[in-house]
């Protein structure tokens, strides 16, 4: 006897009609006509059973802060970053934990079960660094929070950095980050790569910098990270966030550059919703997309993910925390309709950041969480053509959300027509 039997499922990779059998917090089978009984079925019709979304790039200290103390009138990274700093003096730990556990419930009833959350470390105390710990703790058996140690200012840049890193580390964040470009030098932006990935290498830490956000085509601080990855032996162990000035970079220099990112396999995480808007900002026409080489990049064997990163806050005033919102994005920011590039995009938002995260028995196979989505939407596709609504979230075995099927009503020459949008993939 099973605990809960989710019957008739379409599951991303394009297998149809198969049975996921679930015992307490593990899936123990998935195949068809799975022959045992359960204490509750799910009959998911033929709709799309995936694994979790996966955000592998959010900022939860400031997120939902949006006209505190102003917009940002420029639209610009730099005065996002200054506002906050206007913004950083006046919050209390309280605050960032309810506006950082209100976003955490968006993304548990959109599905999205694992976050990787920069959190500033720059300031001049580490309230938000205690807020966001102690939400990873509260809300660890529904939701994995790692907490990248962020040095908003620069870590070679802002005094305050240093110590703080190492004070945030044995706190217990997880991951060792950085911002390479906002140094005040090329040279110390190399520096500092070089000191934080060796740091993270001595602690046995992951590496997640946020690697030159900017449209400069010489900013190379990804070379570095290559470079000191191999260094120090932390290969498949280092994300590069943002990355693009590969936009904008040189065809040829980026033929060399790609090849040893592959090797020293960094993963990529580009955030199409907030690098469109932030990026091409200094251009008059034409206007370069603010997105680093996606197709490239995954052509190459390099795992990209594409993340979030901001929902109204002092970078980005729109989100509400909806990956497939992101991946959709994603798609249209890189031109990825090709079938495969569209699938592509959807591997983005959840087993691509699973593997950046190193997210453990994650996936839908025996053995493995059971934490699933069940979406109004017959595959990966049209997920992301329509944004589907998740019907249900399962975490551990266990419903963590739910939400019924919406439907609309047309009415018109004296006939009622009932819709659901779903069902119309005209790819077969
Ligand atoms: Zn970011």
Same mark, same amino acid.
Do not use: W
């Given at each position: 006897m099973l605990d809960l039997i989710i019957r008739h499922a379409s599951l991303p990779d394009g297998r149809t009609d198969i049975d996921i059998g679930i015992t307490g917090p593990t899936i123990t089978a998935v195949e068809p006509n799975l022959a045992a009984e359960a204490a509750q079925t799910i009959d998911a019709s033929g709709r799309l059973v995936t694994p979790p979304f996966v955000d592998s790039h959010v900022h939860l200290d400031s997120t939902l802060s949006l006209g505190m103390p102003r917009l940002n009138q420029s639209g610009t990274l730099l005065e996002g970053i200054a506002l906050w700093g206007e913004l950083k003096p006046t919050l209390t730990q309280q605050a960032i934990y309810d506006r950082a556990r209100k976003l955490c419930l968006w993304s548990m009833a959109r599905g999205t079960l694992a976050i990787r959350s920069h959190v500033d470390i720059s300031g001049e105390h580490l309230l938000n660094v205690d807020a966001l710990i102690q939400l990873r703790e509260d809300l660890k058996p529904w939701l994995d929070i790692q907490l990248v140690a962020f040095p908003q200012d620069g870590y070679i840049r802002s005094k305050h950095s240093e110590p703080?890193?190492?004070?945030?580390?044995?706190?217990?964040? +997880?991951?060792?980050?950085g911002i390479p470009h906002f140094e005040r030098t090329m040279l110390e932006g190399g520096a500092s790569v070089r000191r934080l990935t060796k740091i993270a290498a001595e602690r046995g830490l992951l590496v997640d910098m946020h690697c030159d956000e900017t449209d400069d085509p010489m900013s190379r601080h990804i070379e570095t990270l290559t470079a000191a990855t191999v260094e120090f032996g932390l290969q498949g162990r280092v994300a590069g966030s943002h990355l693009t000035s590969m936009h904008s970079m040189d065809n040829y220099y980026v033929s060399k550059l790609i090849p040893l990112m592959a090797e020293a396999q960094i993963a990529a995480i580009a955030n199409p919703l907030i690098n469109i808007t932030l990026q091409g900002r200094h251009d008059t026409y034409p206007k370069r997309r603010g997105m680093t080489r996606v197709k490239e990049l995954l052509a190459a064997g390099v795992t990209v993910a594409f993340g979030h990163d901001c929902v109204m806050d002092p970078w980005y005033p729109l989100?509400?925390? +909806?990956?497939?919102?992101?991946?959709?994005?994603?798609?249209?920011?890189?031109?990825?309709?090709? *079938?495969?590039?569209?699938?592509?995009?959807?591997?983005?938002?959840?087993? $691509?950041?699973?593997? *950046?995260?190193? %997210? +453990?028995?994650?996936?839908? $196979?025996?053995?493995?969480?059971?934490?699933? *989505?069940?979406?109004?939407?017959?595959?990966?596709?049209?997920?992301?053509?329509?944004?589907?609504?998740?019907?249900? *979230?399962?975490?551990?075995?266990?419903?963590?959300?739910?939400?019924?099927?919406?439907? $609309?009503?047309?009415?018109?020459?004296?006939?009622?027509?009932?819709?659901?949008?779903?069902?119309?993939? %005209?790819?077969?």
């Open positions: 703080n890193l190492t004070r945030a580390l044995e706190k217990g964040v +997880d991951i060792v980050g989100g509400s925390h +909806d990956m497939l919102e992101v991946a959709s994005m994603g798609l249209h920011v890189a031109q990825m309709t090709g *079938v495969d590039e569209m699938r592509a995009c959807f591997n983005a938002v959840t087993a $691509a950041p699973a593997k *950046v995260m190193h %997210l +453990d028995k994650y996936g839908i $196979a025996p053995g493995n969480h059971a934490d699933l *989505v069940i979406l109004a939407a017959a595959d990966p596709i049209e997920a992301i053509r329509l944004r589907a609504q998740r019907l249900f *979230v399962i975490r551990r075995g266990c419903i963590l959300s739910q939400s019924p099927l919406s439907t $609309a009503q047309v009415s018109f020459g004296g006939e009622a027509h009932e819709l659901d949008f779903t069902r119309n993939n %005209l790819l077969g």
